[in-house]
């Protein structure tokens, strides 16, 4: 007899994807998506990014779910991954598109805020206020050390100040 299958890539009868991995995917996937897509700004790259990273955390199920934080590897993997694929289209994050769905993310005007920021502080704010990871989460995510995540949040507070307080141009 053969396994049936509901046609679901997260829940269908692949023995990576056992329950505990569809659990994970159910909970995370879309939040994770609307970090990264935050973090690199571009929802198409968002998306695939997103989907390459749970499929690598699929593969490394035993492995990843061990982990303090696994979402926190799949958001880097996630990361990596799409500066991979920026680098071989020539183009670098700080020129990546302002190409972000607002019905699907927090205020826009706090979005495009974030989205001035330099990459390495758009990705440590994404993953505090955002994802609301702590300082030790985010730096065992990034792999970078606490100081590091206090200082590029420091800086990326500051300079989130500067552009929301600026007088509107629109006038």
């Known amino acids: 007899m053969e396994p049936t299958t509901n046609n679901d890539p997260v829940t269908d009868t692949d ?60 958001y ?10 920026f680098r071989s289209r020539g183009r670098h994050w700080k020129r990546a598109p302002s190409i972000v769905d607002h019905d699907r993310l927090p205020d826009p005007d706090v979005n495009d805020a974030v989205a001035r920021l330099p990459r390495q502080q758009r990705i440590v704010v994404v993953a505090r206020y955002y994802l609301d990871w702590t300082l030790a989460d985010i730096a065992a995510a990034l792999d970078v050390p606490v100081g590091t995540v206090k200082s590029r949040l420091s800086r990326a507070q500051d300079r989130l100040t500067e552009i929301l307080e600026a007088p509107n141009d629109a006038s």
């Open 76 to 85: 880097r993997v996630a990361l990596n991954w799409s500066r991979s694929v």
């Open 15 to 74: 023995p990576a994807m056992a329950p505990p991995f569809a659990a994970f995917y159910s909970e995370h996937h879309e939040r994770l998506f609307r970090a990264v897509t935050l973090a690199i700004r571009d929802v198409d790259l968002a998306s695939d990014a997103t989907d390459e990273a749970m499929a690598r955390a699929a593969e490394r199920w035993d492995q990843i779910s061990a982990y303090d934080t696994p979402e926190g590897w799949v």
